[in-house]
């Protein structure tokens, strides 16, 4: 069994800046508080400057010296990605930690600005993006990690490259998220195994909350939610606990490319964070390869590593 981690005992990291998708709510806002207490600059990338603004006051409360900065990014349009980097490029020379952390969960069917279904271009196509095209400014950061959230659902997951991006009509949406956090797992660990072969020191690594009591929730249907209310909240843990995991994999000093963290419990729904593992098939290297040149091809975007 690894040394537990402890966020109190992690040193003070001035200087040092992250960019965090969804940091306004959730896991995000969580990961964020828990930079700004250790005196990271944080990048508030998020789609809503009301909300932005509101998480930065509630962080601002607790850490009175907190360095936060709002960016707009939408993640159902790649051109509000690419604007992101490039605003974020300007104001800054350095990113020591990109939390993908942004997600949605079985909306009702729609497409992103550039035609992909929701769920793949949020959770996926637009961290693809956003990491590449950070990637240049994260390599020449050293010490630098990218951290992407997967979930318990990459588990049932399978990227269907015939059917990677579901129409309408062939839409269901449970399948399609755990295809999305699949592909966010598998993206985590073929990224790593390039930046290895590049001979760079920046570390992918990859991470679940197990089941956390967040907005995620939003799309189950209303009655579905209170009839398992009960056994749902048995087995969550509160957006704090749920977002450990990600803190980890960020700040913890005994943290390897390609490790993949998430709770302890038997089933990973809750309790301390701890190094897991995926299932096999995350680990099959000749599908995230494909998946990789794939998703180069339908974001119009090749990588620099
Ligand atoms: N909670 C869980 O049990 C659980 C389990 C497994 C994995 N996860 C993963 O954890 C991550 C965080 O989820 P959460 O539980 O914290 O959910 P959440 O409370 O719903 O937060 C999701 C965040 O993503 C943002 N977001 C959604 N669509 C966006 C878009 N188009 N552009 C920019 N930002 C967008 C949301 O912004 P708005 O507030 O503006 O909507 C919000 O800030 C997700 O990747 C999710 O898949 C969560």
Same mark, same amino acid.
Request: charged share 25%; net charge neutral.
């Given at each position: 069994m690894g040394k537990k981690f402890d966020l109190v005992k992690v040193p003070t990291q001035k200087g040092r800046v992250a960019i965090v998708t969804g940091?306004? %709510? *959730? @896991?995000?806002?969580e990961t964020a508080l828990a930079f700004a207490k250790k005196e990271i600059k944080v990048i508030m990338a998020c789609r809503n400057e009301q909300k932005?603004?509101?998480?930065?006051?509630?962080?601002?409360?607790?850490?009175?010296?907190?360095?936060?900065?709002?960016?707009?990014?939408?993640?159902?349009?790649?051109?509000s990605v690419k604007s992101f980097a490039a605003a974020f490029k300007k104001g800054h020379d350095r990113l020591d930690l990109l939390i993908n952390n942004a997600g949605i969960m079985i909306p009702p069917y729609q497409e992103t600005k550039q035609g992909f279904e929701s769920q793949m271009g949020v959770n996926y196509f637009s961290h693809f993006l956003l %990491? *590449? @095209?950070?990637?240049?400014l994260i390599n020449s950061t050293k010490g630098s990690r990218i951290v992407t959230l997967s979930s318990i659902a990459h588990q049932t997951g399978e990227i269907d490259f015939d059917n990677l991006n579901a129409d309408e009509a062939t839409y269901k949406k449970s399948k399609v998220y755990s295809q999305s956090k699949l592909a966010c797992l598998m993206f985590?660990?073929?990224?790593?195994?390039?930046l290895a072969a590049a001979g760079v020191d920046t570390l992918s690594v990859a991470s679940h909350p197990g089941i956390a009591t967040t907005e995620l929730a939003r799309y189950i249907?209303?009655?579905?939610?209170?009839v398992l209310y009960p056994i749902f909240i048995f087995m969550s843990h509160n957006p704090e606990n749920g977002a450990l995991p990600t803190?980890?994999?960020a700040l913890d000093d005994d943290v390897h490319g390609g490790d993949y963290f998430g709770p302890s419990s038997k089933r990973e729904m809750k309790g301390p964070p701890k190094k897991v593992k995926g299932r096999p098939h995350a680990y099959d290297e000749d599908v995230a390869r494909k998946l990789w040149e794939v998703s180069e091809e339908l974001v119009s975007f090749k990588f620099d590593v």
């Amino acid at each position: 069994m690894g040394k537990k981690f402890d966020l109190v005992k992690v040193p003070t990291q001035k200087g040092r800046v992250a960019i965090v998708t969804g940091a306004n %709510t *959730g @896991l995000g806002f969580e990961t964020a508080l828990a930079f700004a207490k250790k005196e990271i600059k944080v990048i508030m990338a998020c789609r809503n400057e009301q909300k932005a603004n509101d998480a930065i006051n509630r962080i601002k409360e607790e850490v009175t010296e907190a360095n936060l900065e709002f960016i707009p990014i939408d993640l159902m349009d790649l051109e509000s990605v690419k604007s992101f980097a490039a605003a974020f490029k300007k104001g800054h020379d350095r990113l020591d930690l990109l939390i993908n952390n942004a997600g949605i969960m079985i909306p009702p069917y729609q497409e992103t600005k550039q035609g992909f279904e929701s769920q793949m271009g949020v959770n996926y196509f637009s961290h693809f993006l956003l %990491t *590449g @095209l950070l990637i240049d400014l994260i390599n020449s950061t050293k010490g630098s990690r990218i951290v992407t959230l997967s979930s318990i659902a990459h588990q049932t997951g399978e990227i269907d490259f015939d059917n990677l991006n579901a129409d309408e009509a062939t839409y269901k949406k449970s399948k399609v998220y755990s295809q999305s956090k699949l592909a966010c797992l598998m993206f985590a660990l073929e990224l790593n195994r390039r930046l290895a072969a590049a001979g760079v020191d920046t570390l992918s690594v990859a991470s679940h909350p197990g089941i956390a009591t967040t907005e995620l929730a939003r799309y189950i249907p209303k009655l579905l939610y209170y009839v398992l209310y009960p056994i749902f909240i048995f087995m969550s843990h509160n957006p704090e606990n749920g977002a450990l995991p990600t803190i980890m994999a960020a700040l913890d000093d005994d943290v390897h490319g390609g490790d993949y963290f998430g709770p302890s419990s038997k089933r990973e729904m809750k309790g301390p964070p701890k190094k897991v593992k995926g299932r096999p098939h995350a680990y099959d290297e000749d599908v995230a390869r494909k998946l990789w040149e794939v998703s180069e091809e339908l974001v119009s975007f090749k990588f620099d590593v």
